[in-house]
């Protein structure tokens, strides 16, 4: 019985399978070629910067939302010293 490839993965970090359409791919094939590295690592740099895009929207909406209430704040100094 033959084994198969993926039974036996050199790391230990999860994997992910997406479908993309021609142009996307096409988008990051160029993106990766410009930063000299795999499309794979281009792929997971841009899923990470997407995900700190996101964290920083998620938390200037509750900055907003604190920002808009009438209440006492201390100021920076007074805080940190």
């Not at 993309?20 to 993106?31: C, F, N, P």
């Amino acid at each position: 019985m033959q084994e198969c490839y993926t039974m036996q993965m050199p790391t230990t970090k999860k994997r992910i399978n997406i479908t993309i359409d021609d142009a996307t791919y096409a988008a990051i094939e160029r993106l990766a070629d410009e930063r000299e590295e795999s499309i794979s690592r281009t792929s997971l740099r841009l899923i990470e910067e997407a995900l700190e895009y996101q964290e920083d929207r998620y938390f200037s909406k509750v900055a907003d939302t604190r920002l808009r209430k009438k209440q006492r704040r201390v100021s920076h100094d007074k805080a940190w010293g």
